[in-house]
């Protein structure tokens, strides 16, 4: 599996962005996708995930702000960022979780940069 980041940028507080991750390979195997974000000497943290049934699980910080979606015709996940603010300022990655077999695997995104300021 390998994935497709893009839509990062700067935007002031309050403002929106979307940012897309689009898979491709092994589709079938992928259990669910979502959002890290990380920050210098800070551990990357989940930001957001959908399952492939759907379900959605958010970080607190996150939450009734950022929405997650997938379209499965494109192999695309979607996170709707409203409302940012400069703490959200971080790169994020996307993932993509599944078992190939017995064996359950992670993969990685390239980071996209988000910058919220002023």
């Known amino acids: 599996v390998q994935l497709q980041a893009s839509g990062g940028g700067l935007v002031q507080p309050g403002g929106s962005l979307r940012l897309s991750c689009t898979a491709s390979?092994?589709?079938?195997?992928?259990?669910?996708m979502g959002w890290y974000r990380q920050v210098p000497g800070i551990q990357r943290g989940l930001v957001a995930h959908?399952?492939?049934?759907?379900?959605?699980n958010y970080a607190d910080s996150v939450k009734g702000r950022f929405t997650i979606s997938r379209d499965n015709g494109k192999n695309t996940v979607y996170l709707q960022m409203d409302s940012l603010k400069p703490e959200d300022t971080a790169i994020y990655f996307c993932?993509?979780?599944?078992?190939?077999?017995?064996?359950?695997?992670?993969?990685w995104g390239q980071g996209t940069l988000v910058t919220v300021s002023s």
């Open positions: 959908i399952t492939s049934g759907g379900r959605t």
């Open positions: 993932n993509a979780d599944g078992y190939s077999g017995a064996n359950w695997y992670r993969r």
């Open positions: 390979g092994s589709i079938s195997t992928i259990n669910l």
